[in-house]
């Protein structure tokens, strides 16, 4: 065997380094969910993974929290939690989420839309401009809005009802000319059962006091960033809950009442 002639050590190293970065970049561009939408459906509200979890995957994500506390947003790399009073929280660490998805951001597409449209029409608009419907995409609509509908929902107790049957007890919340952040994701059609198909949205405010589950908008100006990926990193809980559940229900139509 001869030995390595320094250049092809040099080479060697540089692919090597190439490889690296590669992996670093496959990694953060994954999204990251942790549990499944049809355990939120059959009540499945223990929290399993910490918001320090979450962070390592992503900076841009939403999700709910331990006992179904709250709407979350993460944002920019912090996390905040919309209580069922309406209030929003800075989250801890070392809080739990018993379903979340969260994604580093970084747009692969930007541009400004304008014209009245609601979140119908929204959702039109965007779907026709995606490359595919059969890839995810990471949402971020920023703006001022002539209105926008959240909602929020309170700490279940134990035994945890479905998320159809908590939500009938959500508080709504409304507000008008207000400048904030629509975040949220576009999943494929075929991911029914893991998670919501189509666009699942919510709000923060610019000054950080109000936002929740989105329900409903009006947007004139805005201006929307994508980010696509193909990537998809599943993490699923070890709690009682989730491995007893009946997870292969179909809620279609349950689903839609309960996040639309
Ligand atoms: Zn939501």
């Not at 939408?37 to 979450?54: C, H, K």
């Not at 904030?180 to 059609?189: A, C, N």
């Not at 696509?228 to 689903?255: A, C, K, N, W």
Request: charged share 25%.
């Amino acid at each position: 065997m001869s030995p390595i002639r320094p250049a092809t050590r040099l080479l060697l190293g540089f692919s090597l380094l190439l490889a690296a970065c590669a992996h670093h970049d496959r990694r953060t561009d994954a999204l990251y969910q942790t549990s499944t939408i049809n355990a939120l459906m059959e009540g499945v509200y223990d929290g399993t993974e910490t918001i320090g979890e979450l962070k390592r995957n992503g900076d841009f994500g939403i999700g709910t929290f331990h006992a179904l506390d709250g709407e979350m947003i993460g944002l920019d790399g912090a996390f905040y939690q919309v209580k069922a009073d309406g209030t929003v929280r800075d989250v801890a660490d070392d809080a739990r989420t018993p379903f979340a998805v969260v994604k580093f951001f970084s747009a692969d597409k930007a541009f400004t839309i304008s014209g009245s449209r609601d979140m119908a029409g929204l959702m039109r608009e965007l779907d026709a401009l995606l490359p595919t419907r059969n890839a995810f995409y990471g949402v971020r609509i920023e703006g001022t809005f002539p209105w926008i509908q959240t909602r929020s929902v309170g700490a279940q107790r134990t035994p945890y009802p479905g998320l159809a049957e908590a939500v009938k007890n959500q508080a709504l919340f409304e507000f008008s000319h207000i400048r904030g952040t629509i975040i949220g994701f576009r999943s494929p059609d075929f991911v029914q059962g893991i998670n919501l198909p189509g666009y699942h949205f919510h709000f923060i405010s610019q000054d950080r006091k109000a936002g929740g589950h989105l329900l409903g908008c009006r947007i004139e100006t805005a201006s929307v960033a994508l980010d696509e990926t193909g990537d998809f990193h599943l993490v699923l809980p070890r709690s009682d809950g989730f491995r007893r559940s009946d997870l292969g229900r179909d809620h279609r139509s349950e689903l839609d009442t309960a996040e639309r």
